[in-house]
Nanobody, 124 residues
Framework: QVQLVESGGGLVQAGDSLRLSCAAS????????MGWFRQAPGKEREFVAT????????YYADSVKGRFTISRDNAKNSVYLQMNSLKPEDTATYYC?????????????????WGQGTQVTVSS
């Protein structure tokens, strides 16, 4: 089992930046691909970004490509999401998730463990 805790959310203005963190328990963190998802009120949870076990491979949703950067530090059992040039459309609860499968995936069903989420609100 993997326990995940997100942090770093907040209320910011359009154009600002935020850095989200996700801390994982255990010593097998490097065995999991990691992903970030987000969910706005009344909408389905959507894929944001994912990163491979080694951190070499990454993939982003078109809506955040060029603005967001996912990274990980396996020595610290942590994954991060650097969010720049934030837009009101980025407002959502952001979730960290762990995938024990080999492939990088973008669907929520493919992820085995989830954090509780952290709120990001971007005002115009």
């Amino acid at each position: 089992q993997v326990q995940l805790v997100e942090s770093g959310g907040g209320l910011v203005q359009a154009g600002d930046s935020l850095r989200l963190s996700c801390a994982a328990s255990g010593r097998t963190f490097s065995s999991y691909a990691m992903g970030w998802f987000r969910q706005a009120p009344g909408k389905e949870r959507e894929f944001v970004a994912t990163i491979s076990r080694s951190g070499v491979g990454t993939y982003y949703a078109d809506s955040v490509k060029g603005r967001f950067t996912i990274s990980r530090d396996n020595a610290k059992n942590s994954v991060y999401l650097q969010m720049n040039s934030l837009k009101p459309e980025d407002t959502a609860t952001y979730y960290c998730a762990a995938n024990k499968d080999i492939k990088l995936v973008t669907t929520t069903a493919a992820y085995d463990y989830w954090g509780q989420g952290t709120q990001v609100t971007v005002s115009s």
